[in-house]
């Protein structure tokens, strides 16, 4: 079975610092990968995603994450964050082969300070 | 993208109690999977609802205490059985269509058993 690691349990930053949030996930197979953000009080929701091609992928709110495949990692980066980006952060895979079903890290809890 | 209601939102329930929580879904979907989220944890699959037929769980969760019914492409329950304080959680549905799409996820039920 896939497992997903997220490095950062909680992350400290002010604003305009740049923000880089560690996920490596065992598996064998080719998978898709995902960043899932999830603001207070709110639902989770679909920061970006990596199916193939370009390794370096772009999502809204200025995010961007880059695949090593040689590395397992899929690590997501800010290069300014926001007091509004505070929020957590979920890694999540899902091999190719098993349809929709994801297996998430532990999750990154971001604290913007202004 | 598809738009997914689930009911309740959230609820108060005492223990030895039932909770049916149900997703609607604004279109037809091939998948559609349970979730649990525990205080401060990350989300774990619970199973698969499979229309038609008996849902597909992971391992640790069973048919008997977290019945899973899918009549149709667009509707699924979860219902949480002869619940325990240790069943409060926040409990997702979440869709997708096929593979290599991404999932998406309901607002979530935050269930409290007292």
């Known amino acids: 079975a896939q497992s997903v690691s997220q490095h950062n349990h909680h992350v400290i930053l002010s604003e305009a610092a740049s923000l880089e949030l560690g996920c490596n996930y065992s598996y064998g197979g080719t998978v898709n990968l995902f960043w899932y953000v999830q603001y207070p009080g709110q639902h989770l929701q679909l920061l970006l995603k990596?199916?193939?091609?370009?390794?370096l992928v772009k999502g809204i709110k200025g995010f961007e994450a880059e695949f090593i495949k040689s590395k397992f990692s899929f690590n997501l980066r800010k290069p300014s964050v926001q007091w509004s980006d505070t929020a957590e952060y979920f890694c999540a895979v899902n091999p190719q082969t098993a349809g929709n079903k994801l297996t998430f890290g532990g999750g990154t809890r971001v604290l913007v300070k202004p | 993208s598809a738009v997914i209601s689930q009911k309740p939102s959230r609820d108060i329930c005492q223990r030895g109690t039932s909770l049916t929580i149900q997703c609607q879904v604004d279109s037809q979907v091939t998948m559609m999977f349970w979730y649990r989220q525990q205080p401060g944890q990350s989300l774990t699959l619970i199973a698969t609802?499979?229309?038609?037929?008996?849902?597909?769980?992971e391992s640790g969760f069973v048919i008997d205490k977290f019945p899973i019914s899918r009549p149709n492409l667009t509707f699924s329950t979860l219902t949480v059985s002869n619940m325990s304080p240790e069943d409060s959680s926040i409990y997702l549905c979440?869709?997708?269509?096929?593979?290599?799409?991404?999932?998406?996820f309901g607002q979530g039920t935050r269930l409290t058993v007292v």
């Open positions: 979440s869709v997708g269509q096929n593979r290599n799409t991404e999932a998406f």
């Open positions: 990596y199916f193939s091609g370009d390794p």
């Open positions: 609802a499979n229309q038609g037929s008996e849902a597909t769980y």
